[in-house]
């Protein structure tokens, strides 16, 4: 697992001949709020079919990581900048950033 360095979006991961590329994404105390505001505009959409881009980042995120030491691979990686200073506040960030929300894992793509 690597940074990307040349992302056209936090959503462009890639996955080439076993390497995982992850663009940096910043961590502070307004991703929780953008992140569900995003991810409730998707599941609001009139064709809502579980294939948001957001919510798919967002889930494959919530997969990567799951305990502080996670985050902190991600930071050591330069994956994840993290603002709170709180390895465990950005773990729980994800942990819970998708529950109740409706992804459609058979169409899943960012």
Do not use: W
């Amino acid at each position: 697992m690597k940074r990307k360095q040349k992302a056209t979006s936090f959503l462009d991961i890639t996955f080439n001949k076993g390497v995982l590329e992850i663009p940096p994404l910043e961590i502070d105390d307004d991703t929780n709020i953008l992140f569900r505001n995003l991810i409730a505009f998707e599941q609001c959409q009139k064709d809502a079919s579980g294939n948001g881009n957001i919510s798919a980042y967002a889930s494959f995120m919530s997969c990567i990581i799951d305990t502080a030491a996670d985050v902190e691979l991600l930071q050591e990686k330069a994956i994840i900048i993290n603002g709170f200073g709180n390895k465990k506040k950005v773990a729980n960030l994800f942990s819970k950033l998708c529950k109740e929300v409706v992804i459609d894992h058979e169409n899943y793509q960012m």
